[in-house]
């Protein structure tokens, strides 16, 4: 059976413009255009214009350009025009393609494209989800206005396939209705506990404070000119956290304790953190699986604002700032799953610009 291309899951697209009959662009080409020139290195509707432009030739041996390469206002007010939730539809169609473990450790935090603001409103803010195991960006829901990280994090779980995964979210995401949603999608969770949650913090802390604690793991990490010395502990068999029954299928609390030491100054940070988990697990493997929800800042955020320039994307035009932001996933998630070399992303994006046949590599053809 002849593969899939990333291009053809986005087939089922609905053209949003008027049924007129002067379209000059398919449009399935203008996406492809748009996913081959951010891949390539462009960040804006002029770019992604140009790079339509010079690379004419190539693209035209697999799209039809009929009517040669579309102007970027076009660029912008196709993409623009496209429903983002069809859009992100298509875009979770294809990461599911991609999928190879199973039971991964999914993380989910938000991100604000701070260019975004239209008319002195609020930048967009967009929560994200991102795969550790298998290095992907699953999807993304925007924030409406006048709401937060709450309410969209639920609409992105149930959006996604996560059954048997373990989903991590910072304490902004200790949320009752969260945790049902999560259970109820078969699901496991690792939520982090803050002030938001007084009562449950209170009675974690006393628990940890009088009670025996079940599991501990040390663990020290020598690199980056510091030491940093980690213990994870425990604790399953509840006696002071009368408030558990109120959240689904919780099972474990977990308390780490960090202490780091600079090689060239005279500074120690320590700081405690603490956790409640639907999981009953070891304390090494809670350690592994709270540790790789960094893995949506360093791999996911970091590297759209890094590597694509996203915290200073302008577009605001309709859904562009939004749509964009999928294309720069998109790009990403081909970038990091091309293992041919050890470039980094910026790098491999210069590559693709440079070399066809390297596009073609990370396009996976």
Known sequence: MKKARVIDFFEPLEDNRRASGNKQHE?????????????CGADSWEEVQLYGKIKFEWLSSFLTLSNGIPS????????????????????RNWVSSLIVETGDIISIDGKTIRGAKVNGKSPIHMVSAWASINNLALGQVKVEEKSNEITAIPTLIESLAVEGSTITIDAMGCQKKIAKTIIKRKANYVLGLKENQPKLLREVLDEFRFSPVEKVY????????????????????????????????????IRIESK??????????????????????SAEEFQYIIRSHWAIENKLHWSLDVAFGEDFDRKRFMNASQNFS??????????????SSKLGIKSKRKMAGWDENCLLKVLGF
């Open 72 to 91: 970027h206002d076009t660029f912008n007010r196709v993409i623009s025009s496209i429903c983002p939730d069809k859009f992100e539809e298509c875009f």
């Open 326 to 339: 999928l294309i720069n996933k998109i790009a990403l998630n081909l970038a990091k799953n091309e293992s």
């Open 260 to 281: 780091r030491e600079f090689k060239n100054k005279d500074k120690v940070e320590e700081s405690c953190r603490y956790y409640i988990s639907s999981l009953d697990k």
């Open 218 to 253: 040390h663990d020290i990490d020598y690199g980056h000119g510091r030491i940093e010395t980690r213990i994870c502990s425990v604790i399953k068999n509840f006696d002071l956290v009368s408030s558990h029954t109120d959240w689904p299928s919780m099972t474990s609390i």
């Open 27 to 39: 449009l399935l080409d203008i996406v492809a255009i748009a996913i081959c020139s951010v891949i």
